[in-house]
C-alpha cells in the first residue's frame, strides 16, 4: 500500500482551526485526484472534501463552507483548511488519492495515509 502522509491534527477548541496537510509520492499526487475522508468512532468514514487535478473541488454537506481544500502541486501536497471547527468535527482524518466518476469522487484502495486525529472541544 501506497503510504500518504498526514499532519496537522491536534486539539483545538471550537470555533477554532486547523490545517491538515498530506504529502504523496509525485507518481501518485501529479496524476490522480485527492481527498480527505474522515471516521468517527461508531461512524462510517465520510467524504470531508476532494479535488481534482486542475483544482474543482466539492465538499460533504457537513463541512461545507467551512473547510476548504487546495492541493500545491509543485509541492506534491494537499491541504484541508477547517474553520468554525464544531465537537462533532471530532474525529480520525485520512487523505487519499482517487479518481472521479460521474462526478462522484472514488477513494482508490492502495492510496490512504494513516490518518491524523483531530479533536475539538466544546
Known amino acids: 500500500q501506497v503510504q500518504l502522509v498526514e499532519s496537522g491534527g491536534g486539539l483545538v477548541q471550537a470555533g477554532g482551526s486547523l490545517r491538515l496537510s498530506c504529502s504523496a509520492p509525485r507518481s501518485i499526487f501529479s496524476i490522480n485526484a485527492m481527498g480527505w475522508y474522515r471516521q468517527a468512532p461508531g461512524k462510517q468514514r465520510e467524504l470531508v472534501a476532494a479535488?481534482?487535478?486542475?483544482?474543482?473541488?466539492n465538499y460533504g454537506e457537513s463541512v461545507k463552507g467551512r473547510f476548504t481544500i487546495s492541493r500545491d502541486n509543485a509541492k506534491n501536497t494537499v491541504y484541508l483548511q477547517m474553520n468554525s471547527l464544531k465537537p462533532e468535527d471530532t474525529a480520525v482524518y485520512y487523505c487519499n488519492a482517487g479518481g472521479y466518476s460521474n462526478g462522484r469522487y472514488y477513494p482508490y484502495s492502495t492510496y490512504w495515509g494513516q490518518g491524523t486525529q483531530v479533536t475539538v472541544s466544546s
Open positions: 479535488i481534482t487535478l486542475i483544482g474543482n473541488t
